[in-house]
């Protein structure tokens, strides 16, 4: 059965370095989404993609972070000169499309850690 | 934003009925899924209802919908030992599936 895969599954970096996250989703899933889980948090819509570009996305995601698919097949997030509370586990989630309900597909996550 | 509220754990034994709760703010036309995620994996869909609903059933699940409270849950039957996981409530508008809401999840714990 396809699944979405996110690497690495475990990043640990130092605060004020550039960390990026990828997930290579299901092959023809046509919306990408990243979250995030803070431990003992919920977790937190940050961005949906589609089409190459950004659909809608939350109060957290300003200026430090951005999503690309700079090869159509993976799709990153980069999280600029991280912060203390950066550190969260990364969800990637992807969906085939506009009909039906909005099943996503989460991959397995990356935990972030950042020291 | 909307807001959506689970409690963080919940013990059964095995064969008993697990009922799993989670509350939300959203007053529009809504979705509301429960997802379960096993250790070192994603999270998986289970079911989900649509907020003219009331209650649908597959299999050992049965998930309620009290609109006017805003109160949803997930009962399951016979919870068994495979069963323990973490669940997560979440919902989205009926016509945006740009942006889903998650509650905290809640840890299930089945005993032997």
């Known amino acids: 059965e396809p699944e979405v895969t996110q690497t690495p599954s475990h990043q640990v970096t130092q605060m004020g370095q550039e960390v990026i996250l990828r997930c290579v989703p299901i092959?023809?899933?046509?919306?990408f989404y990243w979250y995030r889980q803070i431990l003992g948090q919920k977790v937190e819509f940050l961005v949906s993609f589609y089409n190459n570009e950004i659909s809608e996305k939350s109060e957290i995601f300003d200026d430090q972070f951005s999503v690309e698919r700079p090869d159509g097949s993976n799709f990153t997030l980069k999280i600029r000169s991280t912060k203390l509370e950066d550190s969260a586990m990364y969800f990637c989630a992807t969906r085939p499309g506009l009909a039906g309900v909005g099943e996503q597909f989460f991959g397995p996550g990356t935990r972030l850690t950042v020291l | 934003g909307e807001d959506v509220e689970q409690s963080l754990f919940l013990s059964v034994r095995e064969g008993d009925s697990s009922v799993i709760n989670c509350t939300y703010t959203d007053s529009s036309s809504t979705y509301l899924y429960w997802y379960k995620q096993e250790p070192g994996a994603g999270l998986q869909l289970l079911t989900y209802?649509?907020?003219?609903?009331d209650m649908k059933q597959d299999q050992r699940l049965t998930v309620l919908l009290n609109k006017k409270d805003k109160h949803l849950s997930l009962r399951i039957a016979d919870t068994q030992t495979g069963d323990s996981a973490i669940y997560f409530c979440?919902?989205?508008?009926?016509?945006?599936?740009?942006?889903?809401?998650f509650g905290s999840g809640t840890k299930l714990n089945v005993k032997p």
């Open positions: 092959s023809n899933h046509l919306y």
């Open positions: 979440a919902e989205s508008e009926w016509n945006n599936f740009n942006k889903f809401y």
């Open positions: 209802i649509f907020s003219n609903m």
